[in-house]
């Protein structure tokens, strides 16, 4: 049901913003919306999700007009700062967000549309399994004005989907696949590798199997062991084998090397785009230390460097959104050390990088070692850009130690 919630000062229940918190027309602003069902909890998955037996009197059926409640708080709280500033990109994620009915997801975009507007060129993305993805579904996802379908795929071998506790059929992706194309969606796929008993081969498999389905935009992320899974709790057991570090490298590299003979360039450590604007644009946004607001339990929102997160369990957040209360649960404002440090952390693992000004005393004079280690693009560090090299992208962590120390 999701690691815990960070520790930080209580928020108010009216859902006001500090006096000192300045919002910024210039600031885009994206909206995260998280819908936090499944049919079942896959044994990896850390993230604030709940199935059917876990709800505990919240309802999937009353969820849309829940969320539309916190939409319209937020609007007030933003409209009591200034002009609301409309929605630049809107991400629904979970979770499965297509176990709702198309038409509640539709309501939630209009919610949106209603109280902040869209922008002209604005980017609509809704993460689906592919075993809920249906042309009927696809096309009404289109009607509302969603522009991209972000399917799991995670693999296209079957003992690596049950090592994952995945329970589509991989043959049902191409399906998946072929309902948004014809609904006029754009397409990304999201892979899993290193999972329990996947080698090299079964990976490459996955590989190219997506890479024939030519989506859009190819997410590849490495499986972390998280605290509480069950996957977790297996290892612990020696029930299966952890994640071996030197082959998920190797995975990382053919990854790279499939995916850019295929045409798709990476603009993030574990992002592969067709083209620059089929770039996922609300995940940049995030990387890029923009605006959002992010609704349901357990999302997370920042403004101007405020940060808040609501309350976790589906019915704790229907309760406080129906009493007309802020569902957040606490907020903090990190120091300016702080915010530097995530600065680095973020910019670094995009391609565009960052400016090498902004990498200040000892971490500066690291970037000459950084290029001489073949960490860091020293052609980029010329133009004044700190951006990894493929090797710098294995290593992100130790290149953000040495930028920051």
Request: hydrophobic fraction near 40%.
């Amino acid at each position: 049901m999701g690691a815990a919630l960070p520790l930080g000062d209580p928020a108010p229940a009216d859902g006001s913003l500090p006096s000192d918190v300045s919002i910024s027309p210039e600031t885009p602003f994206g909206v995260y919306l998280h819908v936090p069902f499944c049919r079942v909890r896959c044994g990896y998955c850390d993230f604030n999700t709940y199935t059917a037996t876990e709800l505990r009197g919240a309802r999937q059926d009353a969820y849309a007009d829940e969320v539309l409640r916190e939409i319209a708080l937020s609007a007030d709280v933003l409209r009591a700062r200034g002009p609301l500033r409309p929605a630049a990109t809107v991400f629904f994620g979970g979770g499965t967000p297509t176990l709702l009915p198309g038409d509640d997801l539709a309501r939630m975009l209009d919610g949106i549309r209603t109280a902040f507007a869209l922008t002209e060129d604005a980017e609509v993305t809704v993460e689906a399994n592919p075993d809920t993805v249906t042309p009927l579904l696809a096309g009404r996802l289109k009607d509302a004005g969603v522009t991209r379908l972000s399917i799991g795929m995670q693999s296209a071998v079957p003992h690596v989907l049950a090592a994952l506790d995945r329970t589509h059929d991989p043959a049902g992706v191409a399906t998946a696949v072929d309902a948004a194309r014809s609904a006029g969606l754009a397409v990304s796929l999201d892979l899993i590798y290193g999972a329990p008993g996947e080698s090299l081969d079964d990976w490459r498999r996955s590989l190219e199997t997506a890479v024939a389905l030519d989506p859009d935009h190819i997410s590849a992320y490495a499986l972390i062991i998280e605290d509480g899974t069950k996957l977790e709790r297996q290892i612990r057991r020696g029930e299966v084998a952890a994640p071996d570090d030197d082959l998920q490298a190797d995975m990382y590299e053919l990854a790279d090397e499939l995916l850019g003979g295929a045409g798709y360039a990476w603009y993030e450590v574990s992002n592969w785009a067709k083209a620059p604007g089929q770039r996922s644009r609300h995940n940049l946004a995030y990387w890029q230390g923009h605006d959002w607001w992010g609704y349901g339990p357990g999302a997370h929102s920042h403004i101007d460097g405020l940060r808040w997160w609501n309350v976790k369990h589906p019915a704790a957040y229907a309760q406080r959104v129906s009493s007309g209360a802020s569902p957040a649960a606490g907020r903090e404002r990190p120091d300016a050390a702080a915010r530097r440090l995530e600065s680095v952390l973020l910019r670094s693992r995009i391609s565009d990088g960052l400016a090498v000004s902004d990498v200040t005393g000892e971490g500066r004079r690291a970037v000459a070692s950084l290029i001489a280690d073949g960490l860091i693009d020293g052609a980029a560090a010329v133009r004044g850009r700190v951006v990894l090299t493929l090797r710098g992208r294995l290593l992100a962590d130790a290149v953000v130690r040495a930028l920051t120390a």
